[in-house]
């Protein structure tokens, strides 16, 4: 109960600090893409597919601050069970008119099956991590965006131990922007 506590008084503090900090916001930017890559939480890499949104404003001509949702889907492939990684985060980033560039602190919920060194099985529970992410507009709004998040992902799990998990997926990225 505490944990969940903190994380909403954290939440509560981060979204005042927002609404009330001064700032010259040029232009707002939401953006929307679906990934794909791998995912590792022990011994095996997994194919993730993965959506995602963000929105950026933009503090001045350059910086931003962005908070990104990315919601990553390990299919069930060969008698192996589907599995579920969801993470937030919020950032501080670098734009330009063809890209941009961010990273932050993030929070990963997730349920998926993972394999240790002896056993294989699901792991379940929140995780602690960075996520950083780029932007390459190629074609107006269109564009490719990379993605990459660590997590430590704790607990008293029989397949894992506490561990780093690391997600990198790859895809095209579409952006709304409100000048």
């Known amino acids: 109960m505490r944990t969940t506590d903190r994380q909403i008084?954290?939440?509560?503090v981060?979204?005042?600090l927002l609404s009330v900090a001064?700032?010259?916001a040029d232009?707002?930017?939401?953006?929307?893409?679906i990934s794909f890559g791998g995912i590792q939480a022990g011994t095996v890499t997994r194919l993730a597919v993965s959506p995602h949104a963000g929105i950026s404003w933009r503090i001045n001509s350059n910086i931003l601050v962005d908070v990104h949702d990315l919601l990553s889907i390990v299919p069930p492939i060969q008698m192996v069970e589907a599995g579920?990684?969801?993470?937030?985060?919020?950032a501080l980033g670098y734009g330009w008119k063809s890209g941009d560039f961010s990273a932050g602190p993030s929070v990963a919920i997730y349920f998926m099956p993972a394999c240790g060194s002896i056993?294989?099985?699901h792991i379940a529970g929140m995780a602690v991590g960075a996520h950083a992410q780029t932007n390459a507009y190629i074609a107006g709004p269109l564009g490719v965006s990379v993605s990459a998040n660590v997590d430590w992902i704790g607990g008293r799990s029989l397949v894992l131990p506490g561990h780093v998990s690391m997600l990198v997926v790859v895809g095209p990225v579409l952006r709304w922007s409100a000048r």
Do not use: D, I, K, R
């Open 22 to 24: 001064p700032m010259q």
């Open 84 to 90: 579920v990684y969801n993470s937030t985060s919020v």
């Open 119 to 121: 056993l294989c099985g």
């Open 14 to 16: 981060l979204a005042l």
């Open 27 to 33: 232009a707002s930017e939401l953006s929307a893409g």
């Open 9 to 12: 008084s954290s939440t509560a």
